[in-house]
Antibody, heavy 117, light 108 residues
Framework: EVQLLESGGGLVQPGGSLRLSCAAS????????MSWVRQAPGKGLEWVST????????YYADSVKGRFTISRDDAKKSLSLQMDSLRAEDTAIYYC??????????WGQGSLVTVSS | SYVLTQPPSVSVAPGQTARITCGGD??????VHWYQQKAGQAPVLVVY???DRPSGIPERFSGSNSGNTATLTISRVEAGDEADYYC???????????FGGGTKLTVL
């Protein structure tokens, strides 16, 4: 059974940093690209970032480029999102998802990030 | 940047057919994927590559894509289908993933 479990969310002040992690199980992690998608309170889904299966390719939404860094550790079956220079508008639930073709076929339950003073 | 447009809401009576549209310029040249998100839960993929269903998704869910509009069709709607639905594509010009704004399906 495919499982994705996010951790690391919490309350952070504007300008601060936070690192999200996603622990994967139930599939060959290294064979899949992985994505982060976020959802602000009461809003729709917004793609944040994708990393290729080899880790050689990383892609970012314009809204987070230069502030967020996606990475993966295939040995630990883990996906990470380092978030720096956080802003109030980054407040959201962050979902880890597995990429299949161009879709996201499995999602974690999400980790809430709140940016507030 | 590429934009996908969905109606904010669709209402349907139980047992009837719901159709949720997703407009893009164009969508027909892209693969469209659909997600269901029930209140307080993570999204679930219900249709991928325009019209394919993941295992475990009922046959009542189907998709089509032509020209500038992709459509998610839910036949014999049940109360449990009440949720937000999002379409998604990959924009090869920007290497960006794009989601529609979402449609709230209300079962009357």
């Amino acid at each position: 059974e495919v499982q994705l479990l996010e951790s690391g969310g919490g309350l952070v002040q504007p300008g601060g940093s936070l690192r999200l992690s996603c622990a994967a199980s139930g599939f060959t992690f290294s064979s899949y690209a992985m994505s982060w998608v976020r959802q602000a309170p009461g809003k729709g889904l917004e793609w944040v970032s994708t990393i290729s299966g080899s880790g050689g390719g990383t892609y970012y939404a314009d809204s987070v480029k230069g502030r967020f860094t996606i990475s993966r550790d295939d040995a630990k079956k883990s996906l990470s999102l380092q978030m720096d220079s956080l802003r109030a508008e980054d407040t959201a639930i962050y979902y880890c998802s597995r990429v299949s073709g161009e879709s996201r076929d499995y999602w974690g339950q999400g980790s809430l990030v709140t940016v507030s003073s | 940047s590429y934009v996908l447009t969905q109606p904010p809401s669709v209402s349907v009576a139980p047992g009837q057919t719901a159709r949720i549209t997703c407009g893009g310029d164009p969508t027909g040249s892209k693969s469209v994927h659909w997600y269901q998100q029930k209140a307080g839960q993570a999204p679930v993929l219900v249709v991928y590559d325009d019209s394919d269903r993941p295992s475990g998704i009922p046959e009542r869910f189907s998709g089509s894509n032509s020209g500038n509009t992709a459509t998610l069709t839910i036949s014999r709607v049940e109360a449990g289908d009440e949720a937000d639905y999002y379409c998604q594509v990959w924009d090869s010009n920007s290497d960006h993933v794009v989601f529609g704004g979402g449609t709230k399906l209300t079962v009357l």
